[in-house]
C-alpha cells in the first residue's frame, strides 16, 4: 500500500523559506523509473507542478518558480523535501507530495496535503 | 508550456443524467492525459490515465476519449457522489499542466 504524507510549517512569513517533507511508504525511490513530486493548489483554484525528482536524481522545476525552488531526496529514509524561498502571500496554497513515474507520468498516489499560509 | 482549458467552468446536472467534460490542449499531448476528481478538502483522485483508461477501482460510468489536442470526459449517468471538481492533467512534456477544472453541481 503506498502513502505520502506532507509535514511542515502551516504559517510563515513574508520573505522567509519554506521547507516541506514528503515522507511515503510502500515503495522505493531507488527503483528504477520512480519518481516524487510537489503539486501545490491555492484555495479555491487550480493545480500546478512545483517539482519533481526521479530515482536516479534526476530534477524537474516549474520554469515560473525554479528560481526559488529546491527538491532533493534521501532514498534511504523514504524522504523527499521542497525548499522554496522569499515566500510570499500568493505562495498561500495546499501543498501536495505526489509519486509519479518517469513514463507512466501520471499521479495514482497523492499525499492528503499540507495548507501553508503566507502572512505578517 | 503547454495550456489546458477546461469547458464549462460549471455544470448543472440532475442526478442520473449525463455529464461531458471538455478540456482543450494549446498543442498535442498525444494521449498524454490524465482526469482526476477532487472533492472540497481531499486531494485529487485519479480517474482517468492515456486519455481513456480507467484507474483501478473506478466505476464503468466514467470515460474518456479523445487524442492531440480535444479530450472528453464522459459521466454516463451522475450519482450523487460525483458531485466535484474534476481536472485534466497533460503529462506529455515537462512542466506538467492542468486545466482549471470544471465543477460539476446538482442541478
Known amino acids: 500500500q503506498i502513502t505520502l504524507k506532507e509535514s511542515g510549517p502551516t504559517l510563515v512569513k513574508p520573505t522567509q523559506t519554506l521547507t516541506l517533507t514528503c515522507t511515503f511508504s510502500g515503495f522505493s525511490l531507488s527503483t528504477n523509473g520512480v519518481g516524487v513530486g510537489w503539486i501545490r493548489q491555492p484555495p479555491g483554484k487550480a493545480l500546478e507542478w512545483l517539482a519533481l525528482i526521479y530515482w536516479d536524481d534526476d530534477k524537474r522545476y516549474s520554469p515560473s518558480l525554479k528560481s526559488r525552488l529546491t527538491i532533493t531526496k534521501d532514498a534511504s529514509k523514504n524522504q523527499v523535501v521542497l525548499t522554496m524561498t522569499n515566500m510570499d502571500p500568493v505562495d498561500t496554497a495546499t501543498y501536495f507530495c505526489?509519486?509519479?513515474?518517469?513514463?507512466?507520468?501520471?499521479?495514482?498516489?497523492w499525499g492528503q496535503g499540507t495548507l501553508v499560509t503566507v502572512s505578517s | 508550456e503547454k495550456v489546458m482549458t477546461q469547458s464549462p467552468a460549471t455544470l448543472s446536472v440532475s442526478p442520473g443524467e449525463r455529464a461531458t467534460l471538455s478540456c482543450r490542449a494549446s498543442q498535442s499531448v498525444s494521449s498524454n492525459l490524465a482526469w482526476y476528481q477532487q472533492k472540497p478538502g481531499q486531494a485529487p483522485r485519479l480517474l482517468i490515465y492515456g486519455a481513456s483508461t480507467r484507474a483501478a477501482g473506478i466505476p464503468a460510468r466514467f470515460s474518456g476519449s479523445g487524442s492531440g489536442t480535444e479530450f472528453t470526459l464522459t459521466i454516463s449517468s451522475l450519482q450523487s457522489e460525483d458531485f466535484a471538481v474534476y481536472y485534466c492533467?497533460?503529462?506529455?512534456?515537462?512542466?506538467?499542466?492542468f486545466g482549471q477544472g470544471t465543477k460539476v453541481e446538482i442541478k
Open positions: 492533467q497533460q503529462y506529455n512534456n515537462w512542466p506538467q499542466t
Open positions: 505526489a509519486h509519479s513515474h518517469w513514463n507512466r507520468a501520471w499521479v495514482p498516489y
